[in-house]
């Protein structure tokens, strides 16, 4: 059966347009896709809710530090008296038997009810506990950026991907139109003996490469709508179109080099948050040197008691006798067996390991600076090459088809210039893709 030229035509534009909009439901654009991933990432939200988290500790410090009042009641059995030695004997008969006494006092059911006051009036640990956390609210604070730009760059990434071999498949679209005319034209010639079978048979190859690589392209935008689902958090089984379908060409007609010669190691938030880990290291020094101050705390307690042979505690015939006190505990550290010593030079250990830390991070940072800009310029220097590549082998294609028409030229000569121009022009979109990647690295390095 013969399959014309128009109706391969059709097939190949229906085949793309399924691949594209039967499943289609939702629509997303680049940006779409970055405020979707912070919005459901869950290694956001899980910085998130630490935050929250790190804010509640300081609330619960703070409450520590308010005067804690609690009501108190105490009923107590006394199933055997305490016994006491009185040094004499308080019997004044002359029978008794003078010396030390054991006596025994109270009764055996004894309850009391009261108000109870603790406040710690002053601890010198309060301040530095308080500086502590919120130098933690810092840290968290960096570490979710930090998260949040590397999810926005893996998108970024990703997004550009699938958006490569999207323009694959348009672009192998095109190539099997095309090779399906030249395989109807040179079927024509071959009918009026104008050239041999084995020039029909060529092209007839190359049509039918051009529809391997068609599907395997349409593969492996489906493998890259996968992995882009999966950096959103999106469910795998739901289906998505990009809607910047022009993005890379935007891109392309935008680019520009620009030099980028200094960066700052200081402005990267993994730098700014081994800053606050020294600045944290150093408060809890303060911290530890603060508990060789007195803690003072101040307590008190207002209520009733009552004592009773039988138990009648609620028998309010009974008498029932006020108790009210108060007080002030002072708590000062005479030795510990150098605790805070040893704690202290743990502390300056750490400190002296994350300056280590900086000091490393800063060379990297350079390394990568510097890695990242030559990656960027060579990336650009490939795709201007490729460029002119692809614009010679489009010149050539146009000369060997003209001169195909017309006699001129045999089958390989064309199909070896459409595999020529078929490969300069997956090259260049490959290129084009190295740039951006080599962009976004860089910006990643710069910005992030």
Known sequence: MTISYLQLSFWVFFNTFLCFNIFAQTNISLQEALQYAKEHNEDLRSYQTEAQLIENNIAQTKSKNRPQINGVVDVRDNLKLQTSIL???????????????????????????????????????????????NINTKINANSTKTKENELLWEVKKNYYAALLEKEKIKLYQKNVVRTAKFYEDAKTLY??????EVEVLKVQLEHENQKTE????????????????????????????????????????????????????????????????????????????????????????????????????????????GLAYVGVRVNVPIFDGFLKKNQ???????????????????????????????AQENAWKNLNIQRNNLQLAEAIFQNINTRYKTGLALAKELTDAELKLTDAQTQYLARLYEYVVAKLDLEKLLYF
């Not at 009918?191 to 041999?196: G, P, Y």
């Not at 960066?263 to 290291?281: D, H, K, P, V």
């Open 87 to 133: 040094p004499f004997n308080p019997d004044p008969s002359p029978t008794a038997v003078q010396g030390a006494t054991p006596v025994q006092f109270g009764t055996q059911y004894n309850a009391t009810a009261g108000i109870e006051l603790n406040w710690a009036v002053y601890d010198p640990n309060y301040r530095q506990n308080i500086r502590s956390q």
């Open 191 to 196: 009918n009026n003996q104008q050239i041999q």
């Open 214 to 321: 068609l599907e395997k392209a349409q593969q492996s935008y489906e493998k890259s709508l996968i992995a882009l689902k999966y950096t959103l958090n999106l469910p795998l089984n739901e289906s998505i179109v990009l809607s910047d379908s022009l993005l890379l060409k935007e891109y392309n007609q935008s680019l520009s080099n620009n030099a980028i010669t200094t960066w700052q190691a200081e402005n990267q938030l993994n730098y700014q948050s081994l800053s606050l880990q020294i600045e944290q290291e150093q408060m809890n020094q303060k911290r530890i040197k603060s508990t060789f101050l007195p803690t003072v705390n101040l307590y008190g307690y207002v209520g009733t008691q009552a004592f009773r042979q039988e138990f009648n505690i609620l028998n309010t015939n009974e008498p029932w006798f």
């Open 344 to 374: 202290i030079q743990q502390s300056r250990i750490s400190i002296e390991k994350k300056q280590i830390e900086q000091q490393k991070f800063v060379k990297k940072y350079d390394y990568e600076c510097t890695q990242a800009i030559i």
